[in-house]
């Protein structure tokens, strides 16, 4: 599985940003499509998360109504719809999949990474 994530740029707090997550490779129904975070000097964070056949979603607390996750199986595309950006949200984002049953909130539970994406909100 490879994974390339894109959509990130700088915009004003308040702006938004969409992030895409395209997949190669053979993703099953089972599988956990993720989004993490790391900023500068910080631990790489749990951002959201999709299972890939059932669509089943669960999101960390601090972008809890801002960010929405979703999929297009057909296009093998993950997405990340950041609305209402802060300053704080500025990191560089990575998509990820998983592909073990679990919880999959933490970034050991993934087996697969992209290459990041820079996203920078400014004030």
């Known amino acids: 599985v490879q994974l390339q994530a894109s959509g990130g740029g700088a915009v004003q707090a308040g702006g938004s940003l969409r992030l895409s997550c395209a997949a190669s490779?053979?993703?099953?129904?089972?599988?956990?499509m993720g989004w993490f975070r790391q900023a500068p000097g910080k631990e790489r964070e749990f951002v959201a998360r999709?299972?890939?056949?059932?669509?089943?979603?669960y999101y960390a607390d601090s972008v809890k109504g801002r960010f929405t996750i979703s999929k297009e199986n057909a296009k093998m595309t993950m997405y990340l719809q950041m609305n209402s950006l802060k300053p704080e949200d500025t990191a560089v984002y990575y998509c990820?999949?998983?592909?073990?049953?679990?919880?999959?909130?933490?970034?050991?539970?993934?087996?697969?990474w992209g290459q990041g994406t820079q996203v920078t909100v400014s004030s």
């Open positions: 990820a999949a998983a592909t073990a049953p679990g919880t999959a909130v933490a970034r050991g539970d993934y087996d697969y």
């Open positions: 490779g053979r993703i099953f129904s089972y599988y956990i």
């Open positions: 999709i299972s890939w056949g059932g669509g089943s979603i």
